[in-house]
């Protein structure tokens, strides 16, 4: 039996990186396994935190006393081995703790703390009772909430051995239960009694008679045996009492699917789409950990792709895990899952509660649900024997977590593809340059779909130059032929879809006789007006003021608002089309839970003409009826300071141009631009993905960019700008010393937006091919960061960052 743990304690700092060994007390020794996460008194001051069991032995190289575990949280462990070993891969490579690798891939439920409560271990006087647990024993021990006497009470009597703390164990699981209600007796005696009561308590012979037929000793809940048998639960509770029925507490699962589904059969597939699966089947059949791009236009039919190779998983045993960008943008997939595959398909997001997640997680782990749906953090979904993993929009930059640890999920899919001898698919309309190019070196096999599955025609994208339309009509949001098109489709009882990449009402407010800007007391950015709320935010750090109506800096009234935002657009269209229904899409409109979804469902009903929304309209919406796509403004995303911004450009209208004519309608699109010329633009409009790719990648050798190099992002900030500067200097320095000549460092600069959130940034990037001393030296940087940390200062290592502003 072993007698020590080794324990990951939750404290992330370079100390704690590696296990400590704790001593397993013989009342716990046949409870603790590797992979649970138990309670352990931690550093001089015996602090209570929690830690994941990594390993279990017999001997230690530790000489002093080791401290005992003191409970364990979990009745069967929480990770398994792969994602124990996953979760060391993840450290490794993103330079984050090991303890913030296994918290990620936990849901929400077992990140938190345990409930803690104090009870007594022998009588105290009545004195004691009255001071320390005036509401009875046990009560809260909540360390933050209880006043410092009281405390100091509390810990001298746990000192002396008269109370103790508990966990509230009971409470861990957290699973949702109600009451079940089995059969007492036979059902033989069942009719009997029920013969005899029936003129007297007709209620009670109907429950009877129910109690009779149901068949085998399994429970149902009281809910369902009252309506199914007509009685009210004071029936069922008189019915307890007389010994007719038992009655249990069931697990329940919270179901996070309102919305029924209706069922779907397989489609015959056209030519493209049957070389695909059956290249990818034939991986799966074979264990072959082979990697696939599934190059797609848009409307191509890549879902169907997906669901027939699932179902070949399936088929065999094995289970699929599909990733998308967004669930809450994207229901309509997660419909199309479900529709094929019923109740074995999971789903888990953000958008769930942490109860409902935590019961999908659990139907995963048990092995009831074989299919798994999900967004990023899905990736580390406890499935065993993985037969496909999917990423579908494999280009999105919401695939990368843009927080410690800082991981692309591909990477993790591609892992677990290897450690479960399976393919994984990637699929895009508008691959990332990274995964083109690695299909090109033949690292990923691709599969192109190069036709609309039901043989549309692709949509017709005309180029609106508003430089032109500026001249001829002055300044408005909408040219001339993009709004005659939209009044054609109104016309028409067809729809339109509006993209509009800035939410709000106008980007700025600027006072006209001094120039001066309302700016965000805690970032370097300008505040948005919102005509909704009736004041000014900042988009960085959500503070929000009062729109003034005088200039703070010279008094004046002539403030005025400057750009446009999705708020004011729908202003101008109601005014412009009075008879027009608009739906706005955007973060403030989908604030609440489940409002992306009512917004698409009434759309998709056709209770509204016009779609207008933010980028997060651009991507999987297939709506038949929608026949026109506008973009406002193509500009918006073309003049960031990032080396991405020619490809983000690219992917987004190609992403909302597939939004039109994707049934038997004919698809229109018009690109507002004030650059008609860029190769971004002008590329897009051929939707001609594979020019874009090879344009792109020789502009990407020019300036030694990814995926020609590798990149590493290393951000200090700091209240002090001076803090924050020194010690990116510092860093520099750092790096030059020990990374060969071929490394090219840029910076140290502040970024592109310097100060958020009263902190201020400096960043600087590395690129380079082949540099076996980075790891070593940024660990080195990691390590000097921790003393500083202290003092507010606090350094990010971002291996191949999304973002470079
Ligand atoms: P993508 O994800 O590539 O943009 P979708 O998977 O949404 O495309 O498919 C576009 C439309 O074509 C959908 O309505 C889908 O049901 C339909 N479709 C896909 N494959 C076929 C097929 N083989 N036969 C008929 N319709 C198909
Ligand atoms: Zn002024
Ligand atoms: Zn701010």
């Excluded at 891969?89 to 703390?113: D, H, S």
């Amino acid at each position: 039996m072993a007698q020590i743990g080794q324990i990951l304690v939750d404290v992330p700092t370079m100390q704690t990186n590696d296990p400590y060994s704790y001593a397993i007390p013989a009342e716990l020794e046949h409870q603790v396994q590797v992979g649970m996460r138990v309670v352990v008194p931690f550093g001089r001051g015996h602090r209570l935190v929690s830690g994941v069991v990594v390993g279990l032995s017999d001997v230690t190289n530790f000489d002093g006393q080791l401290k005992p575990i003191e409970t364990v949280l979990d009745l069967a462990p929480v990770l398994n081995s792969e994602l124990r070993q996953l979760a060391d891969w993840l450290a490794t490579t993103t330079y984050a703790f090991r303890i913030t690798c296994i918290q990620t891939m936990l849901p929400n439920l077992l990140k938190t703390q345990p409930k803690r409560q104090v009870q007594p271990t022998e009588t105290l006087t009545p004195a004691e009772m009255a001071t320390y647990f005036p509401e009875g024993a046990p009560r809260d021990f909540d360390t933050s909430k209880l006043d410092a006497t009281t405390l100091a009470g509390l810990l001298k009597l746990q000192r002396a051995g008269k109370v103790e703390v508990v966990y509230d164990v009971k409470n861990k699981a957290a699973a949702k239960t109600t009451t079940g209600v089995t059969p007492a007796l036979t059902p033989a005696k069942l009719r009997e009694i029920a013969a005899t009561v029936s003129k007297r308590a007709p209620k009670q012979a109907l429950l009877l008679t129910y109690l009779a037929q149901m068949t085998g000793d399994s429970a149902q809940a009281q809910t369902v045996v009252a309506k199914r048998a007509g009685v009210t639960p004071a029936v069922i509770a008189t019915a307890a009492d007389k010994g007719w029925l038992k009655k249990s507490t069931l697990e329940v699962y919270r179901d996070p699917f309102h919305q029924p589904v209706k069922p779907s059969q397989p489609l015959e597939l056209n030519a493209e789409q049957r070389t695909a699966v059956t290249a990818i089947t034939q991986a799966i059949d074979a264990q072959h950990a082979q990697n696939f791009l599934v190059e797609g236009v848009t409307g191509s039919g890549k879902t169907e792709v997906y669901l027939q190779s699932i179902a070949q998983a399936l088929q065999q045993g094995r289970t699929a895990l599909m990733l998308v960008p967004e669930i809450a943008l994207t229901p309509q997939m997660v419909n199309r899952v479900k529709a094929r595959f019923g109740q074995r398909v999971a789903v888990l997001h953000s958008g769930l509660s942490k109860g409902e997640q935590y019961d999908e997680w659990r139907r995963i782990d048990r092995g009831e649900a074989t299919v798994v749906v999900g967004a990023r953090s899905a990736v580390f979904a406890p499935v065993e024997n993985l037969g496909i993993i999917i990423m579908d929009e494999e280009h999105e930059s919401s695939y990368k977590q843009d927080e410690n640890p800082r991981y692309h999920a591909r990477d993790v899919a591609l892992w677990r593809g290897k450690y479960h001898h399976c393919p994984v698919v990637l699929g895009s309309a508008t691959p990332s340059l990274e995964t083109r190019a690695r299909a090109a070196k033949g690292l990923y096999t691709r599969l192109v779909l190069s036709k609309r599955a039901k043989a549309q025609p692709m949509p017709t994208v005309h180029v609106v130059d508003m430089r032109e339309q500026l001249k001829q009509q002055g300044d408005s949001d909408f040219s001339e032929p993009l709004m005659t098109a939209i009044k054609e489709r109104l016309k028409r009882h067809e729809q339109v879809v509006l993209m509009l990449n800035r939410r709000g009402y106008s980007s700025f407010v600027m006072c006209r006789d001094c120039g001066f800007v309302l700016k965000c007391p805690n970032c370097d950015i300008s505040l948005t007006l919102h005509m909704d709320s009736h004041s000014m935010k900042c988009h960085y750090c959500g503070h929000e003021e009062p729109i003034p109506h005088v200039c703070p800096n010279c008094h004046s009234r002539k403030i005025r608002y400057y750009g446009t935002g999705t708020q004011k657009v729908q202003q101008a269209l109601e005014k412009l089309l009075p008879t027009a229904k608009i739906l706005r899409m955007d973060v403030d409109s989908t604030r609440r839970k489940g409002a992306h979804e009512r917004i698409l469902r009434q759309f998709g009903q056709h209770r509204a003409d016009i779609l207008l929304g933010t980028q997060m309209i651009a991507k999987g919406l297939d709506f038949p009826n929608v026949t026109l796509v506008g973009v406002l403004n193509a500009d918006t995303a073309l003049g960031l300071p990032d080396f991405r911004a020619s490809e983000r450009t690219f992917q987004l209208l190609t992403q909302v141009s597939g939004r039109a004519g994707r049934a038997t309608k004919p698809g229109e699109v018009f690109i507002q631009t004030f650059n008609p010329d860029h190769y971004a633009i002008q590329l897009a409009q051929h939707q001609d993905y594979e020019r874009f790719f090879v344009t792109e990648m020789h502009i990407r050798h020019q300036g030694n960019y990814p995926p020609y190099y590798f990149a590493v992002q290393l951000t200090a900030s700091h209240e002090e700008e001076a803090v924050a500067a020194k010690a990116m200097y510092q860093i520099v320095a750092a790096l030059k010393q020990g990374l060969s000549p071929a490394a090219i460092i840029l910076g140290p600069t502040p970024k592109a937006i310097a100060r958020v959130k009263r902190k201020y940034y400096y960043q600087v990037v590395v690129k380079y091919k082949q540099e076996p001393q980075l790891r070593p030296v940024l660990e080195q940087i990691r390590q000097a960061a921790q003393i500083p940390a202290r003092h507010g200062l606090s350094v990010t290592i971002d291996s191949e960052p999304m973002n470079f502003m």
